[in-house]
Nanobody
């Protein structure tokens, strides 16, 4: 059974940092990409970053580029999203998802999400 479990969310002040983790199990990690998505209240879910586990290539949506960094620890089957210089508009539920390509419109497997709130 494919499982993805996010952790690391919380409340942080503007300008602060958080590191989200996505622990994967139940599939061949190297064969997949892991994407990070977020959904703010009243907004559509948006993809913000993606990493190919096999070759390490990464993608960032423009609003997070330069502030967020995606990485993977293949031995732990875990993908991280380091979020720096957080802004109130980064407040959302953050999800990780797995599929075979970062270009996929609808990722096949999803975690349950973790709340990130940026507020003073």
């Amino acid at each position: 059974e494919v499982q993805l479990a996010e952790s690391g969310g919380g409340l942080v002040q503007p300008g602060g940092s958080l590191r989200l983790s996505c622990a994967a199990s139940g599939f061949t990690f190297d064969d997949y990409v892991i994407g990070w998505f977020r959904q703010a209240p009243g907004e559509e879910r948006e993809g913000i970053s993606c990493i190919s586990i096999r070759d390490g290539s990464t993608y960032y949506e423009y609003s997070v580029k330069g502030r967020f960094t995606i990485s993977s620890d293949n031995a732990k089957k875990t993908v991280y999203l380091q979020m720096n210089s957080l802004k109130p508009e980064d407040t959302a539920v953050y999800y990780c998802a797995a599929d075979t390509s970062c270009s996929t419109h609808y990722f096949a497997y999803w975690g349950q999400g973790t709340q990130v709130t940026v507020s003073s």
